[in-house]
């Protein structure tokens, strides 16, 4: 390792399926200090009220915004089902948030390691701009039952939304670090502590 390449941040991409835990364990690495970027977080301030993606979104989408921002309802049902329509709603949307998360780098280059909280990051194929991924696992049936009680879901929204995901079983095996949330809060943040520790001796 170089001098130079010693001084750059150690880079984490943290990603799991819908209802695996992803967003309890991101505040986990942040807890612990790490600096955390959130993909989604992101997504939501760029679409809300007098977000810079409105006019945009607008026009592909007629509709789908208004005061309050991007109607996510109005906008679901434009895009639900139509991977074209999904596929120009991400045009719009991933070259912002990589311009978020190019900023967010920057800003935290002195640190010794950043994650990067990406809900898609195997299906939209940047994992390989990480040195390890950590992928957020839990049972099927834990998944599912944490899915089902969010507002408005549904079965078919769900069945749905793993169908345009890749399975679990895979990023398990593509993953570099899996965290098990099919367990206690306590126990997993366990799992996180050690994993901080085990990356920081590796970086060192």
Known sequence: ????????????????????????????????????????????????????????????????????????????????????ALKRLESIVHPAVGLKRLQFHEENAEAEMLVFDIPL???????????????????????????????DMTAEKFEHILGLQVPDADKRKRADHVIDTGTTLEETEAQVAALIEQMKATAS
């Open 121 to 151: 990051l195997f299906e939209n194929g940047g994992h390989e701009a990480f040195d390890a991924v950590v992928v957020v696992s839990a049972p099927p049936e834990t998944q599912r039952e944490r899915v089902l009680a969010r507002p």
């Open 1 to 84: 390792m170089t001098e130079e390449s010693a001084l750059k941040p150690k880079l984490i991409g943290l990603t799991g399926s819908i209802g695996m835990g992803k967003s309890t364990v991101a505040a986990m690495f942040e807890r612990a200090g790490i600096p955390v970027f959130d993909a989604d977080a992101e997504v939501r301030k760029m679409q809300g009220p007098g977000g810079e993606l409105l006019l945009a979104i607008e026009a592909e989408f007629p509709g789908s915004t208004g005061q309050a921002g991007v109607d996510r309802d109005a906008l679901g049902k434009l895009v639900f089902g139509d991977k074209d």
